[in-house]
């Protein structure tokens, strides 16, 4: 049996990749800029030449690997690894990632599947195989900053929809009539809790008059505040701070609490840069779960923080090759 993977996870600032072992063991890593190559066909193809030297690096061949996983942040035609597009990343439109990446790949010498999938899904995935969520059968993982994305686990395997498309709980409505957001349509959970929003709320109330030593923290340069400096502040009491995380807490938790009362989870696994807010943040979900959701629903579920961190994505990449993983006889090359 091959004892390895490679995880890869595109993301709008970097491409990660690793070297993953049977166990969720990162064995090697390496990292790109994304941005630095000007075309697809320019980062896929340092993509590759990276793939090769992590093999030689551990003197490994292809023959050691079970297959190359790969999240990107966007849309999925899973069966077919077709990527629909990339919101954050130009120049990604209806990409036949999958097919494109083993023909590049078998010129370096050998056959190697590849699947491709949502980096949300697969950070769901990594959690479930080896981090917070080890041992829960249904599952749904949240990750917080500047979108909100959502992965489902469902009897331990990924539940992805009729056309690859569920997990979307950024774009929940909260709001019948709400503001609009970035997918066109309104009253969107990412409209009222991705950090752009939020920081964009805190500066309404420092122009308006409102103390806070967040002010202090950017020295007066409003343009310089970011989650992680009203997570600061919010640790140091700061009012406006801690208010403005408990107001992102009860949005998500009457979000959840609807996606509770739906799945009945075990775990509602939460990650991203945001859930470094900490306690304030969870807090304030937790509260509002309480008194949202079912009797029965909340009183099965915890929700806990991620584990993995930035590692979770790549993890979930190679750990759709792993055991227990979604059986990969669906997935033949195309």
Known sequence: MNKYAIGVDLGGTYTKLALVDKNGGIRCRAKLPTMAYKTKEALLSAVVS???????????????????????????????????????????????????????LSALGGKIAVLVDNDVNLMALGESRFGAGRGAKDLVCLTLGTGVGGGIIIDGNLYRGTSSAAGEIGHMPLKEEGLKCNCGSFGCLERYVGNRYIVDEVKDKIRSGRPTMIRKLVKGDLSMITPEVISKAAKKKDALAVESWRTVGRRIGVALSGVINLLNPEKIIIGGGMADAGEVLFKAIRDTVDKRALPVSKGAVKIVKAKLGNDAGIAGAAALFMPNAAPLKNYASS
């Open 50 to 104: 990276k793939i090769g030297a992590i093999l030689k690096e551990n003197r490994l061949s292809f023959r050691d690997l079970a297959g190359v996983g790969i999240g990107v942040p966007g849309l999925v035609a899973f069966e077919k690894g077709l990527v629909h597009s990339l919101t954050n990343v130009p120049g990604w439109r209806n990409v036949r990632l999958k097919k494109i990446l083993e023909t590049m």
